[in-house]
Nanobody, 118 residues
Framework: QVQLVESGGGLVQPGGSLRLSCTAS????????MGWYRRAPGKERELVAV????????NYADSVKGRFTISRDNAKGTLYLQMSSLKPEDTAVYYC???????????WGQGTQVTVSS
């Protein structure tokens, strides 16, 4: 079973930056396209960034495009999300998972809380 552990969240002022990390178990991570998801207060979980299995292609939700960068280190089994120019509306619990239909997702981890506030 793939286990996902997110870290790196915290409290940051508007305009600040954070880098999130997601550690995934085993070699299964290497062959999967991955994504970062978030659930903001009062909203459904949404996909904000995706990356192909080899890391060559990335894509972003319009709400974060130009501010967030997704990357991965398959040798370390780690997925990253570099977040810059953070806005209060970025406040959410951030999760990593496979990018695909919901039946194909791994078990969700605990996520990491990002709070953007002055």
């Amino acid at each position: 079973q793939v286990q996902l552990v997110e870290s790196g969240g915290g409290l940051v002022q508007p305009g600040g930056s954070l880098r999130l990390s997601c550690t995934a178990s085993g070699s299964s991570f290497v062959i999967n396209a991955m994504g970062w998801y978030r659930r903001a207060p009062g909203k459904e979980r949404e996909l904000v960034a995706v990356i192909t299995s080899g890391g060559a292609i990335t894509n972003y939700a319009d709400s974060v495009k130009g501010r967030f960068t997704i990357s991965r280190d398959n040798a370390k089994g780690t997925l990253y999300l570099q977040m810059s120019s953070l806005k209060p509306e970025d406040t959410a619990v951030y999760y990593c998972n496979r990018n695909g239909p919901t039946p194909l997702l791994f078990e969700w981890g605990q996520g990491t809380q990002v709070t953007v506030s002055s």
